[in-house]
Every structure is written in C-alpha cells, then in structure tokens.
C-alpha cells in the first residue's frame, strides 16, 4: 500500500510540474502562452537601422521607419520592400510611425519628441505634411518618447517613455488631430508589467501589446493593466533559434498574425498555433 501511496504522490507531483511550466510567471500571476511560433525571419537587404511598425488594413501591408537618414518604408507581409520615401528634410530621427487611417500617419522625431502628421499616397508621395503644435511630450517628461499608438474608434493615442521610468500615457484628439486633450498617466495599466523598457506599442481592440527590447518580451494587456498573456523573444522560444537582437517595432494583420521589427533590419512573422480544434 505505501508503494502505491509514493507512486501516486509521484504522479501528482509530475502533473503539478507541468501544469507550471505550461504557463508564464508575471507578477505573481500566471497568464497563458501567447500561441504563436515563428513563421519566418528576414533580413532586409541593403536596410539599417529599423525602428517602428505600422500596419495599414486597406492595402493589408505595413509601413516601417528608418531612423537616420529618416526614411519611410512600405513592406509587404513577407518583408518585401515595395516602396521608400525620405523624410530627412523634417524629421531628423524617425523614431515611431503610426498609421490612424485615410492615408494619414503619424510621425515622432526622437531628436526633439516633436510630432507630425503626414498625409501620404499609396506610394507614399507626400500631400500633406504638419508638425502639430502641442506642448504634447512636455507634461510626459518628454525624453525617452518611444512607442506610439492609435485607437481610431475612440480618437484615443496612446505613447510610452522608454525608461527610468517606464510610463504609460493617453491623450484624445478632437479627430482632427489638431488639438488634444490633457495628458493622463496610465500608472493602473503599467502596474503590472514586469519589463525593464518599452521599445514599442501595438492596439488590437480593446488590448495592447507592449514590446520590450532590454527584456526581450511581447506582453499584452487589457484597459485595466490585466497581463494576459506574455511572450518571450530568446532562442528556443516561440520556434526562434536565437534572440531576437534588438526588437522595435510590433505590429498585427488582419489574421492576427504577429510582425516584429528589430534592429538592424530583421522582419519576423509569429503564426498562431492551431489547437486541432
């Protein structure tokens, strides 16, 4: 009888391992795996100094920035690069891109934390271009302005301070991007994240992912700072044979399929994992 006692502690000690190592730590919480595996890495030839990300749902591609000489790029969902456009006469760092629609993006210079809104063709010709003229970044401690985001059903922009300390902001335009409201810190949606830094920002609905350069991690969260759910970025993780070396920029598609960008010009897709439901 003892024999079958240790035997079953055995089996219930195994279980209660592997049911651990099947989730993620964070904060004392657990969240589930993100579901994804690499589908692809790809270098971009003759490309340096990559920076952020940005998907652009009506022509199902992604726009990307170089930081110097300040460049706009257009990828295609395999990397492919199908079209460029200089900026450097604006914008000495072209830091974050974030595309809100109707041909219109926005645009940070990480020199000065100023913004720009630029009205672009699909061959990313310039039709319009404006700085906005906001004490925008004054009030958010302004250096160190990394990540930008968009949520169009609320006109609701969402940027990160890089580091020391790692913040959270949100500001409202009156959808003209002309005027924005007050700046609100966002200590309730940080308060739970455990990175080091914030390289990137990405809204997908009512959630956020949060990139991570110095951690290596992809972490989504919901408006009220949940940790939902945490990926890592080093070798042996997620299908990835190495670290990825400097992530900057995340983006979705329409398949929710994710992008990330890392210096010096490497382009990853993530592929969720099918359950064989």
Known sequence: MRKYSWLILCLALAVLLASAFAFTRADNQTEPAFGYTLDFKKPLSGIDNLSSLSYVPEEDVFVATLNRPATILKLSKNGEIL????????IKDAESIEYVGNG??????EADSAMYVYQLSQDLDIRSVRKIETDLFENARNRGIEGIAWMA????????????????????????????SEIVPLDDLIKNLDVDDISALHIHGEHQLILS???????EIDLNGNVLRRMSL???????EEDIPQPEGVSMDKAGNIYIMSEPNLFYRFEKVSTGR
């Open 234 to 240: 080093t070798q042996g993780e997620n299908g990835l």
């Open 104 to 109: 219109t993006y926005l645009l940070v210079d």
């Open 153 to 180: 059903g609320r006109n609701e922009l969402y940027f990160a301070k890089e580091r020391k300390p790692v913040m959270l902001y949100r500001t409202q335009s009156d959808g003209g991007l002309t005027h924005f």
């Open 83 to 90: 079209a460029r456009k200089s900026i450097a006469d604006r």
């Open 213 to 219: 350069d110095e951690s290596r991690s992809l972490t």
